[in-house]
Nanobody
């Protein structure tokens, strides 16, 4: 069982940065690949990126590649989403999710076993 809690959301102007964190409970955090998803009003949940359980590789959606960076600290059971050059279209609720030994790739939400409650990110123009 893995419990996830996101933090760090808020309101930022276009071009600005935000850093989201996801704290995980459980002693097996280092066995889970950690993904980030987002969901805007009236839209489906969208894959943002994922980091391998070991931290050695990542995969990003084209829409955020070069602007967002995922990192993790297995000693502290945390994963971070650094978001730079934010755009109004990045506005959404952001979720972290865990998947046991999932190789990084553009997999949908059904491949993830555990989810956080989400944190709101709003980018004003």
């Amino acid at each position: 069982q893995v419990q996830l809690v996101e933090s760090g959301g808020g309101l930022v102007q276009a071009g600005g940065s935000l850093r989201l964190s996801c704290a995980a409970s459980g002693r097996t955090f280092s066995s889970y690949s950690m993904g980030w998803f987002r969901q805007a009003p009236w839209k489906e949940r969208e894959f943002v990126g994922v980091i391998k359980w070991s931290g050695e590789s990542t995969y990003y959606a084209d829409s955020v590649k070069g602007r967002f960076t995922i990192s993790r600290d297995n000693a502290k059971n945390t994963v971070t989403l650094q978001m730079n050059s934010l755009k109004p279209e990045d506005t959404a609720v952001y979720y972290c999710a865990a998947s046991f030994r999932l190789l990084p790739g553009p997999y949908g939400a059904t491949r993830y076993d555990y989810w956080g409650q989400g944190t709101q990110v709003t980018v004003s123009s």
